[in-house]
């Protein structure tokens, strides 16, 4: 929507535009890592700027109350960071290496809760992202095939990494400019386009699928499909296509719960399909298995990563967790322990405290947004399929460390759960209103 002089443009809808259709324009200066938390405290701090003005008389915006919903993701990440000082101190890993994690949650898991923030008590429009998100598959669009070609040509997969590693990251392929990676089990290509890896690719891609399906022009909607389309086959992800084929499908379903063809079109569909149940089940079970052929060496590497993950959190540090990551053995690579699921990494780093603070508010935003997604609503649909591919993505990588390049899809997440919040203050008043004669 343009600006008018009746709706004007709030600055945090102009600089979210802004910042997420030049995402490949960041990405080739290798910035997308620092975007991210710049973004998530710069608009924290408008919104505190707000509140902390609104009890002057100063010509402000509007700022919204923070709805339940959100708060959930607040106090869980505040456990989270609880957990964090806890293990540090109980495993006595110094003060140094404490306030470089507690510096690593605040780029991380703290984003989790800071981007709902944003978009529940900021005035940021869904429109605005849907507009933006469809600029960045446009670039993924016309890029690919570039990338396709590169390895053909003889190009580097990495042009180069950017200075600003010195900020501090996970490590330098958070920085790195690169046209494709290589498949060491059959030299087949992969793309990781603006995401550190290609399994990251296949989740990005997945959020701006949930974009594209919600996108109202027909253009744009059909071009953000086929970009995300693209990326998906691309980053050769299984998880990400498993993803594709299931997170959209139910929030349709939950979408239309409250039609009556639905549950007709859906005992129709049982009736019909009950006779040939067991061959399903036997062809989904054969695709699962070939899909896990497909990279053995991978799936060994991480069952067996998870199971030292579980085996030392429950006998070591049950509770709290050990506070930090560790290298594991040379049968695992040396991978950290923990690494490639977010609940084993959780488990050994943060204890059962951590995982309860990640898992009470993925339950809570799950059932808010399916009941918003019910009412046919376009930011409940999206909110509630972006809860479904972070629990689907939790048992494949670790979601905090992604946070940063899924942050316009948490903004929609606070967006539904202000309209959530609208909804029920709505419908209160009308209980409580006087009923007219």
């Given at each position: 929507?343009?600006?008018?002089?009746?709706?004007?443009?709030?600055?945090?809808?102009?600089?979210?535009?802004?910042?997420?259709?030049?995402?490949?324009?960041?990405?080739?200066?290798?910035?997308?890592?620092?975007?991210?938390?710049?973004?998530?405290?710069?608009?924290?701090?408008?919104?505190?700027?707000?509140?902390?003005?609104?009890?002057?008389?100063?010509?402000?915006?509007?700022?919204?109350?923070?709805?339940?919903?959100?708060?959930?993701?607040?106090?869980?990440?505040?456990?989270?960071?609880?957990?964090?000082?806890?293990?540090?101190?109980?495993?006595?890993?110094?003060?140094?290496?404490?306030?470089?994690?507690?510096?690593?949650?605040?780029?991380?898991?703290?984003?989790?809760?800071?981007?709902?923030?944003?978009?529940?008590?900021?005035?940021?429009?869904?429109?605005?992202?849907?507009?933006?998100?469809?600029?960045?598959?446009?670039?993924?669009?016309?890029?690919?095939?570039?990338?396709?070609?590169?390895?053909?040509?003889?190009?580097?997969?990495?042009?180069?990494?950017?200075?600003?590693?010195?900020?501090?990251?996970?490590?330098?392929?958070?920085?790195?400019?690169?046209?494709?990676?290589?498949?060491?089990?059959?030299?087949?290509?992969?793309?990781?386009?603006?995401?550190?890896?290609?399994?990251?690719?296949?989740?990005?891609?997945?959020?701006?699928?949930?974009?594209?399906?919600?996108?109202?022009?027909?253009?744009?909607?059909?071009?953000?499909?086929?970009?995300?389309?693209?990326?998906?086959?691309?980053?050769?992800?299984?998880?990400?296509?498993?993803?594709?084929?299931?997170?959209?499908?139910?929030?349709?379903?939950?979408?239309?719960?409250?039609?009556?063809?639905?549950?007709?079109?859906?005992?129709?569909?049982?009736?019909?399909?009950?006779?040939?149940?067991?061959?399903?089940?036997?062809?989904?079970?054969?695709?699962?298995?070939?899909?896990?052929?497909?990279?053995?060496?991978?799936?060994?590497?991480?069952?067996?990563?998870?199971?030292?993950?579980?085996?030392?959190?429950?006998?070591?540090?049950?509770?709290?967790?050990?506070?930090?990551?560790?290298?594991?053995?040379?049968?695992?690579?040396?991978?950290?322990?923990?690494?490639?699921?977010?609940?084993?990494g959780l488990l050994f780093v943060k204890g059962a405290v951590g995982a309860i603070a990640l898992a009470v508010p993925l339950i809570w935003s799950t059932i808010e947004f399916a009941l918003l997604a019910v009412?046919?609503?376009?930011?409940?649909?999206?909110?509630?399929?972006?809860?479904?591919?972070?629990?689907?993505?939790?048992?494949?990588?670790?979601?905090?460390?992604?946070?940063?390049?899924?942050?316009?899809?948490?903004?929609?997440?606070?967006?539904?759960?202000?309209?959530?919040?609208?909804?029920?203050?709505?419908?209160?008043?009308?209980?409580?209103?006087?009923?007219?004669?």
């Open positions: 929507m343009d600006q008018t002089s009746h709706h004007p443009r709030a600055p945090e809808d102009l600089i979210v535009a802004i910042a997420l259709a030049a995402t490949w324009f960041v990405y080739l200066f290798g910035g997308l890592y620092v975007l991210g938390p710049v973004l998530g405290v710069g608009l924290t701090g408008l919104w505190f700027a707000r509140v902390y003005l609104a009890s002057d008389r100063v010509p402000t915006l509007s700022v919204p109350a923070i709805p339940s919903g959100v708060w959930v993701w607040i106090i869980g990440m505040l456990i989270m960071l609880l957990a964090l000082e806890v293990g540090h101190m109980n495993q006595n890993l110094g003060t140094g290496q404490t306030i470089k994690s507690t510096i690593g949650w605040a780029k991380g898991w703290a984003l989790l809760a800071l981007f709902p923030l944003i978009g529940a008590c900021l005035h940021i429009r869904l429109e605005t992202i849907l507009k933006a998100a469809g600029w960045v598959a446009l670039g993924t669009l016309l890029l690919t095939p570039i990338f396709l070609v590169a390895p053909m040509l003889g190009l580097p997969k990495v042009l180069f990494v950017s200075p600003l590693k010195l900020v501090g990251g996970p490590g330098p392929e958070f920085f790195a400019v690169q046209l494709y990676s290589i498949e060491p089990t059959d030299g087949s290509t992969r793309l990781r386009y603006f995401t550190p890896w290609s399994p990251a690719a296949g989740m990005i891609a997945n959020m701006y699928l949930i974009f594209a399906l919600s996108d109202k022009r027909k253009f744009w909607k059909w071009m953000g499909i086929i970009s995300a389309l693209a990326m998906i086959l691309t980053s050769k992800s299984r998880l990400a296509l498993a993803a594709a084929l299931f997170i959209w499908p139910v929030v349709i379903a939950v979408g239309e719960a409250k039609r009556p063809a639905m549950w007709f079109l859906a005992t129709l569909g049982l009736l019909l399909l009950t006779p040939m149940a067991q061959g399903i089940l036997d062809w989904i079970d054969g695709t699962l298995n070939s899909i896990k052929s497909m990279r053995a060496d991978s799936n060994r590497v991480r069952e067996l990563l998870g199971d030292i993950a579980i085996e030392r959190w429950r006998t070591e540090a049950p509770i709290w967790g050990h506070g930090i990551v560790e290298r594991g053995p040379h049968a695992v690579e040396y991978m950290p322990i923990g690494s490639h699921h977010t609940w084993f009412t046919r609503s376009a930011a409940g649909r999206i909110a509630f399929g972006m809860v479904l591919l972070m629990t689907f993505y939790s048992i494949g990588e670790n979601l905090e460390i992604l946070a940063y390049l899924m942050w316009p899809g948490l903004i929609v997440m606070g967006i539904a759960a202000r309209e959530l919040r609208e909804g029920s203050e709505g419908l209160e008043r009308v209980i409580k209103s006087p009923v007219a004669a």
